[in-house]
């Protein structure tokens, strides 16, 4: 599977972004899927993941609250929608895909992730 991540931009504080991961292939339901961003200098952070279903989703902590991930498997995409956007999530966004047999299946592991696509930049102004 090849993933491409788009929508990323310049935006004010307390701005939102909606970022599209778009992926090519028939069996994208089998893959779940992952949002990652890195900070410059900085290890690569699981944001949110969702199952190759969407009926399961993971949440790092301190996005709970804001970040909102979701799919549509006939349109082969994944979004983030990015509310109340602060200057400390200023990153490069990028999806990554893991295959399971098991369509419910959410991985909140780097390790689970084997398809990485390019990232996109997301720039937030205080």
């Known amino acids: 599977v090849q993933l491409q991540a788009s929508g990323g931009g310049l935006v004010q504080a307390g701005g939102s972004l909606r970022l599209s991961c778009a992926a090519s292939?028939?069996?994208?339901?089998?893959?779940?899927i992952g949002w990652f961003r890195q900070h410059p200098g900085k290890e690569r952070e699981l944001v949110a993941a969702?199952?190759?279903?969407?009926?399961?989703?993971y949440y790092a902590d301190s996005q709970k609250a804001r970040f909102t991930i979701s799919r549509d498997n006939a349109k082969n995409t994944v979004y983030l929608q990015m509310n109340n956007l602060k200057p400390e999530d200023t990153a490069v966004y990028c999806c990554a895909a893991g295959w399971s047999p098991r369509s419910s299946a959410v991985f909140s592991t780097t390790s689970r992730y084997h398809y990485w696509g390019q990232g996109t930049q997301v720039t937030v102004s205080s």
């Open positions: 969702i199952s190759g279903s969407g009926v399961s989703t």
């Open positions: 292939g028939r069996t994208f339901s089998s893959y779940a």
